[in-house]
């Protein structure tokens, strides 16, 4: 054993170490006068520090977790250990690195290990420090001196270590495919107590007590027990829907990073019955968990940071995000702090704030999908917002949306026979319509009902309709034209599902249960049967004489029919989530479990249903049709999803549509967003509500949609080797593509102006065309000229020239376009908008320039230097908004566009592509799904004695904590991290009158004359 330290390493150390973080700004003398107000007043704030003056303005940005403290660490770090007082890093070239981090200061180098092996994991535990290098080897520390650690013992494992973890004098390890168990009381003489080899690689692992947990990648997380007769036995498994890279345990509730799935957390209380318990399906490409009481620390492969509230398990909710500049190595978490390795950095990320400002949309509704019927190669969905929509899955892997047809009220059930549609169309009753060109559907026929029409069946010309609130009705469709209700019954509940078998009724009826009618008369239903053990049905299939119904809140049940009069119970499988609906094919049923997902049970023998799988999706599970082996899931927020089954035990999604493609730019129509989005054409969105945005909608086309420009009623997209698309968008959810212009190349964009679409083709360069008849567009001239970006103005062509200037085109004869104006600058520009008036130029290095546009006289008016690479601008009513890949979205008044003012940040993703501002929200593109911003209400402030800089907070400032920034004439920025608090307004003091008063007292006098009344005027004991 041998005991290191070495006093002249130390100090070159601790000089390559310290230095401090420049995102720590806030430890500065900036300081905010209240930093603590309330919402619905208006305060007077002040911001005063050494800086402020000599151009110097002030900024707002929505608050939250921020870097307060932060080393390099003098090379690549490898991996991290959190102790109670102290910081192990394993650091490329240095070894292992100890650090004091308990003062709450700057953190402090004490100690080093050198190492000339590459550390590939660290784990404190106790005073013992274990690591393991890419070598296979294990190697023990003494730790309780931490500026002088003292090796131990080194395990030379015979295979590359996966993982490990300790508990007490036992030593897990993962090798390969393999765990291996060694007691080390005794580190002369370690000891093997088992060894277990699992069919796939072990890619994490957590050891509690006796219980080892081990996830497996793709094939989700088994349970090793060393208690038991055997060494090492298994005691359980759960098949997780995503690839499992981390695991975390508090309380008998496992969490685990599941990869692309994000975090699922399993009841594991009872190994051999491991339980689904709560998922969060929006954050990423899961890599790192970590919990704390009621707080879980989730790390993407991204390096974005979440920060989630885990109280309630079923549902955990995000808190906070932080987005880290590089990839995480490693992360330890307590309270109110996160501690993450990334690159050649140790970061001390302060999550204690968590009142972060409610201003951007969390999560994007993907769709309504309701129900599926499923003919040939096409799938009918009814869309609880969208209407009818047909998708061609002939290749599962990309389902393909060939129309939409929006019916007035919102679908709730879908079937289909011959060239007709038949749907439950909630407050709308039964709609009709013809399907026999599935891309020009039309409505045929229609019924209003008493109640909401749901799920439906169809028997000759009699169509068996779950009437919501209103029992069962029954339809004559003989003419689709105009069909006749013929028979019905109002029945107590609520009717969700029907099934029809044999002239009998199956009624899914909500807390009623189930109900059983006789329709072999249809003019005179009768009741023949009940079963209702509590609960909520909400969907039954019968096959022979089972009947299987799902309640909403109770599972399964499955019933025996042999006396149909009578329904007894045969089994009951409770489910984890709340069952929405029923699929059975062959010896498989598929529950769909709302949050939970979907379920696959083995009902071979229906007294004995078996769990064989799940897969817990992206959003609600509401409905699956199964066929061959393609699952096709109705996924309530998450879209429409279609999965592999041909392993049951390990159902995996192939093919899906909303949210796949990049969106690359969007731009806002009223209530409406369309979208280019690459090979998934364009999409349309509904933003009535902003910050919960509704996908709606789709266009198919060939090609890459990589641009997209608006003009009254027509969208036109630029869709690569496919050149120019025209749209119709009068009707946002039935889009259509109405006219198309071929291009020499590829057409990468598109911009128009009144009767002009100016098209860049990799091939020609700008391509003129006449739209004035869009159905029929008209190549006019070519421009024969490569630019960053170019913006038309009636006969006038702007241009970001490559060779860095901007230059003016005249286009009023297409036919011969000539260059009329050339004004070098010194920022190469790389992206223009503006009008008849004004031209705003982002160049390469962030400035962005102001010039005068007006005919004849080009000139630089003043500029701003953003600091930042620029992606796309919008300019508003006389705001500029700036997108860019550091800090996200910039918000600057214009309207005195000599002086150009940075009024407010907003935080983004490092993939926004581009922006566009409806009233006071600005909406993203970038990612597969829009972003959106509620915009801060803008703040003047002035220069005052101090010196400080004054402002009225608004009264509608949202509820949160805020970051100022003070913005030098130089562009450079000085941070406070949540120097500004906003609360919510003090609850209301009523005014207490006299007549208040005279009540009161009043009504005492009444109350102590009643009491005498009744016992005689004596004071009687209670």
Not at 803 to 830: F, G, T
Not at 851 to 869: H, Q, T, W
Request: hydrophobic fraction near 40%; charged fraction near 25%; proline fraction near 6%.
């Amino acid at each position: 054993m041998k005991r290191i330290t070495s006093c002249m390493a130390l100090v070159v150390l601790v000089a390559i170490l310290i230095t401090p973080s420049l995102h720590a700004a806030g430890q500065g003398p900036l300081s905010v006068e209240p930093s603590v107000v309330h919402a619905g007043q208006q305060r007077g704030i002040l911001v005063r520090g050494p800086a402020v003056g000599n151009g110097a303005r002030v900024a707002i940005a929505p608050g939250g977790p921020y870097i307060k403290r932060g080393l390099p660490a003098g090379g690549n770090i490898q991996a991290v250990a959190l102790g109670p007082d102290h910081v192990f890093a394993a650091v490329d070239g240095l070894g292992i690195v100890s650090l004091d981090g308990s003062s709450g200061g700057p953190p402090a180098v004490v100690g080093r290990y050198r190492l000339s092996a590459s550390i590939t994991g660290i784990l404190a535990e106790g005073d013992r420090l274990f690591a393991s290098d890419r070598s296979g080897n294990l190697w023990i520390f003494d730790a309780s001196q931490p500026e002088s650690l003292l090796w131990l013992k080194t395990i030379r494992a015979g295979g590359g270590i996966s993982g490990f973890d300790v508990q007490g004098d036992r030593l897990f390890l993962a090798l390969g495919s393999r765990v291996r168990v060694l007691d080390i009381a005794d580190l002369a003489h370690p000891l093997a107590m088992g060894d277990y080899a699992f069919d796939s690689p072990v890619t994490a692992l957590l050891a509690r007590g006796d219980l080892c947990f081990a996830g497996l990648g793709e094939d989700g997380v088994r349970v090793l027990d060393l208690g038991g007769p055997a060494p090492l036995a298994m005691a359980g498994g759960y098949n997780t829907s995503g690839f499992v890279k981390d695991l975390a345990l508090l309380e008998g509730y496992l969490y685990v990073a599941d990869g692309g799935t994000g975090l699922t957390v399993l009841d594991v209380r009872d190994v051999s019955d491991i339980r689904w318990a709560g998922s969060h399906n929006g954050l990423g490409d899961l890599r790192f968990i970590a919990v704390r009481g009621d707080r879980a620390l989730g790390v993407n492969e991204e390096s974005r940071l979440h920060l989630l509230d885990i109280g309630r398990r079923a549902r955990p909710k995000i808190v906070s995000a932080y987005r880290m500049p590089d990839g995480a190595a490693g992360i330890g978490f307590r309270p109110g702090e996160a501690l993450v390795a990334a690159g050649d950095r140790l970061h001390w990320i302060d999550f204690s704030q968590e009142a972060i400002p409610r201003i951007a949309s969390n999560e994007v509704n993907l769709g309504g999908s309701r129900k599926v019927f499923l003919r040939d190669n096409l799938a009918y969905v009814a869309n609880w917002f969208s209407g009818l929509q047909i998708w061609d899955v002939s290749m599962p892997r990309r389902p393909l949306l060939m129309s939409t047809f929006l019916t007035p009220g919102s679908p709730k059930g879908i079937l289909v026979r011959g060239d007709y549609a038949y749907m439950g169309d909630d407050d709308w009753g039964l709609q009709i319509m013809d399907i026999s060109d599935p891309l020009n559907v039309k409505a045929v026929g229609g019924l209003k009902l008493p109640g909401l029409a749901y799920t439906l069946e169809l028997e000759g010309d009699l169509l068996y309709l779950a009437d919501h609130g209103r029992g069962f009705r029954i339809i004559d469709v003989s003419d689709v034209t105009n069909p006749r209700l013929i028979g019905g019954v109002d029945t107590p509940g609520n009717t969700w599902g029907i099934d029809l078998v044999d002239n009998k009724v199956y009624l899914a009826d909500d807390e009623a249960g189930l109900l059983i009618f006789d329709v072999t008369d249809p003019l005179h239903p009768r009741q023949t049967g009940q079963f209702k053990p509590g609960g909520a049905a909400e969907d039954v299939v019968v096959r022979g004489d089972k009947a299987y119904v799902a309640f909403f809140d109770d599972g399964l049940h499955i019933l025996d029919l042999s006396q149909p009069g009578d329904p007894k119970p045969l089994a009951h499988f409770p489910t984890p989530g709340h069952c929405r609906s029923l699929e059975i094919q062959g010896r498989y049923l598929y529950l769909s479990n709302w949050k939970s997902g979907m379920q696959i049970l083995d009902v071979e023998n229906p007294a004995r249903p078996v769990l064989v799988g799940q897969y817990d999706t992206q959003g609600a599970v509401w409905d699956v049709r199964v066929r061959d082996d393609i699952a096709y899931v109705m996924d309530w927020w998450g879209g429409f999803t279609l999965m592999d089954i041909s392993d049951r035990a390990s159902p995996r999604a192939i093919g899906t549509y909303q949210g796949r493609e990049r969106l690359e730019r969007m731009l806002i129509k009223g209530d409406y967003g369309f979208a280019a989005a690459g090979p998934g054409g364009m999409q349309v969105f509904d933003f009535k509500n902003p910050l919960y945005p509704v996908w709606i909608a789709a266009v198919e086309l060939t090609g890459f949609a990589g641009d997209i420009d608006l003009q009254g009623d027509l969208a036109f997209v630029a869709s690569g080797t496919s050149g120019l698309h025209i749209m119709d968008i009068r009707e946002p959810y039935e889009s259509r593509p109405i006219g198309r212009l071929e291009t020499p190349g590829s057409a990468r964009r598109v911009r128009v102006s009144g009767a002009i679409a100016v098209v860049e083709d990799d091939a020609a360069g700008l391509v003129i065309a006449d739209i004035r008849d869009p159905a029929h567009p008209r190549l006019l001239g070519v421009h024969r000229e490569r630019v960053n970006d170019y913006l038309v103005e009636g006969d006038r062509l702007f241009l970001a020239g490559k060779n860095a200037s901007v230059d003016v085109v005249d286009i009023s004869d297409p036919r011969s376009p000539r260059r009329i104006k050339r004004l070098p600058v010194e920022d190469e520009p790389v992206i223009i908008r503006g009008d008849r008036r004004r031209l705003f130029v982002a160049g390469k290095r962030g400035t962005v320039r102001i010039f005068n546009a007006a005919p004849g006289d080009l000139k630089e008016v003043s500029a701003i230097a953003l600091r930042e690479a620029v992606n796309d601008l919008a300019i508003r009513d006389g705001v500029l908004y700036a997108t860019s890949a550091g800090s996200g979205l910039f918000e600057v008044d214009i309207s005195r566009p000599r002086e150009p003012v940075i009024k407010n940040f907003y935080p983004g993703s490092r993939r926004l592509t581009g922006v566009d501002v409806n009233g006071l929200h600005a909406f993203l593109a970038g990612e597969g799904v829009p972003r959106v911003i509620k915009l801060l209400p803008r703040m003047a402030w002035k220069r005052t004695e101090g010196p400080a800089m004054a402002a009225t907070l608004p009264p509608d400032m949202p509820v949160g904590v805020y970051d100022v920034i003070l913005i030098g004439a130089d562009g450079s920025r000085e941070r406070l991290p949540n120097g500004l608090t906003v609360r919510p307004p003090p609850p209301a003091k009523k005014k207490f009158t006299m007549a208040d008063f005279q009540k009161i007292l009043k009504a005492k006098q009444e109350r102590v004359r009643s009491r005498s009344s009744d016992t005689g005027g004596s004071s009687a004991p209670r």
